[in-house]
C-alpha cells in the first residue's frame, strides 16, 4: 500500500508503487497530475518539457518526455541507464516511469528531476502560436548553447565530466550522444535521453559531429590523460566485484548487460591505448 506522505525517489521505477514491476494501471487523468506545462521540444513522436507534478499532495519540479504511443524497451532503458551513472562518477537524473491517461488512452511518461528553480520560473519565447522554453537562456543549458558563451578548455572540472559521459555512453551502447543531450547545471554536466543502439560504437564518440574546436579539445584532453583514462577505466570494469551494483542490475532484471558492460570497457581500453576514436 502506497502511504499518502511517502516522498518521490526518483530511483528508476514505477508509479504509482515505486517497484520495478511494469505498472499495468494508470495513475489517473495527464491534467490532474501536471500543471505550468512548458515545451521543450514538440515532436511527432514524443514532446518533452518543464512542468510541475503535483503528487500524494507534493508538488514537484520535474521534466517531462511522453507520451509515448507505444510501449518500447527504450522506456525501460533510459530509466536503467540513470541508476547506473553514480557508478560511474556520474550525476543521475532521477527517473520515475508512470502511465497516465491522455485523450482517453493510457500511455507511458518518463517522469525526472528538474534540477533548475522550475518550470514558472524559466525564460520563455513564442513560436508557431505555442509558449516554449528559450534554450538560449533557461539556466540548465544543453551543451551545444553553452560552449557557445564558454570555452571548455578554461572549465577542467566541465570538461572532465563531459568526457567520462561520452565514455559512459560507449559502454552503454547509448545512441544519439551529441552536445543536445549532455547538459550542463552550473559546474553539473549531466547525460540525458540515451537510447539503446545495441552495438558496440567502436570509439565513435559522437552520433553527432561536434564544432571542430569541440573535438579538438576533447582529442587532446584524451591524450594528456591517457594514464588517469586506463586507470579509470580499469577502476570501472571492477563494477562487476560491487554488490550494489549487481543489485541495480538485478532490480531492472538486466543481469545479462554487466557482462555488455566488462566487454565494452575492455575493447573500450584497446582504443583509448591505441588512440582509436572517432571525433
Not at 533510459?78 to 562518477?89: I, S
Not at 554536466?189 to 567502436?202: I, W
Amino acid at each position: 500500500m502506497l502511504l499518502s506522505n511517502q516522498q518521490l525517489l526518483f530511483n528508476g521505477t514505477y508509479l504509482p508503487y515505486q517497484n520495478h514491476s511494469q505498472s499495468t494501471q494508470s495513475i489517473g487523468k495527464h491534467e490532474d497530475f501536471f500543471s505550468h506545462e512548458i515545451f521543450m521540444n514538440i515532436t511527432s513522436k514524443t514532446s518533452t518539457y518543464y512542468a510541475y507534478f503535483h503528487y500524494l499532495k507534493t508538488k514537484y519540479k520535474v521534466f517531462v518526455k511522453g507520451p509515448f504511443k507505444t510501449w518500447n524497451d527504450n522506456i525501460l532503458y533510459q530509466a536503467f541507464v540513470d541508476e547506473l551513472k553514480p557508478f560511474f562518477g556520474l550525476q543521475k537524473i532521477g527517473i520515475h516511469i508512470a502511465k497516465l491517461d491522455y485523450k482517453g488512452k493510457p500511455l507511458f511518461y518518463l517522469i525526472m528531476r528538474d534540477f533548475g528553480d522550475g518550470a514558472e520560473h524559466y525564460p520563455t519565447k513564442e513560436k508557431d502560436g505555442v509558449k516554449r522554453i528559450d534554450k538560449d537562456k533557461i539556466p540548465i543549458l544543453q551543451m551545444n548553447r553553452w560552449l557557445r558563451a564558454n570555452d571548455l578548455e578554461k572549465h577542467p572540472e566541465v570538461l572532465k565530466q563531459y568526457v567520462d559521459i561520452l565514455l559512459f555512453r560507449q559502454i552503454i551502447e547509448s545512441s544519439d550522444t551529441n552536445n543536445t543531450n549532455i547538459i550542463v547545471n552550473g559546474n553539473k554536466v549531466l547525460s540525458v535521453d540515451e537510447n539503446h543502439k545495441g552495438y558496440f560504437l567502436e570509439g565513435k564518440l559522437y552520433s553527432h559531429r561536434p564544432t571542430k574546436v569541440c573535438a579538438a579539445i576533447v582529442a587532446t584532453y584524451l591524450k594528456k590523460n591517457k594514464t588517469q583514462i586506463s586507470e579509470q577505466l580499469k577502476t570501472w570494469k571492477k563494477l562487476w566485484e560491487s554488490q550494489a551494483f549487481q543489485q541495480r542490475l538485478n532490480a531492472f532484471g538486466k543481469t545479462i548487460f554487466m557482462q555488455k558492460v566488462l566487454e565494452n570497457i575492455e575493447k573500450l581500453v584497446i582504443h583509448h591505448q591505441q588512440d582509436q576514436w572517432q571525433l
